[in-house]
C-alpha cells in the first residue's frame, strides 16, 4: 500500500473511529453512571445465572441452527444459480435476494399471520384432520429458527453465490472427463474451493441470528428470550446498564468466537 492510498484511508478510518469504535467500546466497558468494574462483575454473575446461561445457550444452539439450515440451503441453491445457463438465470437470482429489500419487521409479521392460532398452518393441519386443534407454533424456538432462517437465507444465498460464480467451470468439465460423477465433483471440486465464501456466509447468518431482535421478540415472545431481547429488557425495562453492557461484550465475544473458529477452519480447509 503506498503513503497515497493509506492517506485517502484516513478520514474513512476516523469517521469509523469516532462514528462506531469509540461509542461500542464505552458501551461494552463503561456505560453511562457505571464503572467498568460493575460491567465485568456483572458479566461475571451472568456465566454464573443458571437463567442467563439458559438464554446464552438458547442463543447460541438456535443462532448455529439457523447457520446450518441457511449454509444447506443456500449453497446449493448459490451453485444451480452460479452454473445456470438459462436466459432467466439473472432473473432467478434476483428473486433469490428479493426479501433483502424488505424490512425486517414485514417478514415477521407474515410469519405471525402463518404460525398463530387462526394462521394458515394451523387452519390447514385441522382442515386436513393431522390436528385436533391448531398446535402453538408461536412463541416457539421452532418460530425463531424458521424466522430467522428466512431473514438470513438470501444473504448466505449471495455470499455463496460470489464464492461459485468465482470457480472456472471448466474445472467441473475437467473433474467429469477423468471420471468424476456429478456429486463427486461437487464435493471434491467446488465445494473445497468455494469454502472461503461458505465461511464468509456462516460468519454472517451467525453473527446476524445471535444479534437479531426484532424476529426473536416478536416470534418467540418472553418465554423464549435470547441475548438481543434480554439486552432490551436491561437498557429499555429495568434500566440496569451494567447488565445491558455485560450482555451485549458476551454477544461481542460469542460474534468474533465462532467468526475466529470458522476462520480457522476455512483456512485449514482450504489447505487439506
Known amino acids: 500500500m503506498t503513503r497515497k492510498s493509506a492517506l485517502?484511508?484516513?478520514?474513512?478510518?476516523?469517521?469509523?473511529?469516532?462514528?462506531?469504535?469509540?461509542?461500542?467500546?464505552?458501551?461494552?466497558?463503561?456505560?453511562?453512571?457505571?464503572?467498568t468494574t460493575a460491567v465485568f462483575a456483572r458479566f461475571g454473575e451472568m456465566l454464573t445465572d443458571p437463567y442467563e446461561l439458559r438464554i446464552i445457550g438458547r442463543t447460541v444452539t438456535l443462532g448455529l441452527i439457523v447457520t446450518a439450515i441457511c449454509v444447506g440451503l443456500g449453497f446449493p441453491i448459490a451453485y444451480l444459480l452460479a452454473r445456470s445457463t438459462s436466459r432467466w438465470g439473472g432473473v432467478l437470482l434476483a428473486l433469490a435476494i428479493f426479501p433483502l429489500l424488505l424490512s425486517n419487521v414485514v417478514r415477521t409479521f407474515g410469519w405471525l399471520v402463518l404460525l398463530g392460532a387462526n394462521g394458515a398452518i394451523g387452519k390447514l393441519l385441522t382442515s386436513t384432520g393431522l390436528a385436533d386443534e391448531a398446535p402453538q407454533l408461536l412463541y416457539t424456538p421452532l418460530a425463531i429458527v424458521l424466522g430467522l432462517t428466512q431473514l438470513f437465507l438470501p444473504l448466505a444465498?449471495?455470499?455463496?453465490?460470489?464464492?461459485?460464480?468465482?470457480?472456472?467451470?471448466?474445472?467441473?468439465?475437467?473433474?467429469?472427463?477423468?471420471?468424476?460423477?456429478?456429486?463427486?465433483?461437487?464435493?471434491?471440486?467446488?465445494?473445497?474451493?468455494?469454502?472461503?465464501?461458505?465461511?464468509?456466509?456462516a460468519t454472517l447468518v451467525f453473527a446476524g441470528s445471535v444479534t437479531a431482535y426484532t424476529t426473536p421478540y416478536l416470534l418467540g415472545g418472553s418465554g423464549q428470550r435470547m441475548l438481543a431481547t434480554q439486552l432490551f429488557s436491561y437498557a429499555s425495562v429495568s434500566v440496569d446498564w451494567a447488565a445491558a453492557s455485560a450482555t451485549a461484550l458476551i454477544m461481542t465475544i460469542l460474534v468474533f468466537l465462532v467468526s475466529g473458529l470458522s476462520s480457522l477452519a476455512g483456512r485449514k480447509g482450504a489447505t487439506t
Open 157 to 201: 444465498i449471495i455470499s455463496c453465490y460470489s464464492a461459485v460464480a468465482q470457480i472456472d467451470p471448466g474445472l467441473d468439465d475437467a473433474a467429469r472427463g477423468l471420471g468424476a460423477g456429478r456429486t463427486r465433483t461437487f464435493w471434491t471440486v467446488v465445494v473445497p474451493l468455494a469454502l472461503p465464501g461458505v465461511v464468509v456466509a
Open 8 to 35: 485517502l484511508l484516513l478520514p474513512g478510518l476516523a469517521f469509523l473511529a469516532i462514528g462506531f469504535l469509540v461509542p461500542a467500546v464505552a458501551m461494552l466497558v463503561a456505560p453511562p453512571g457505571e464503572e
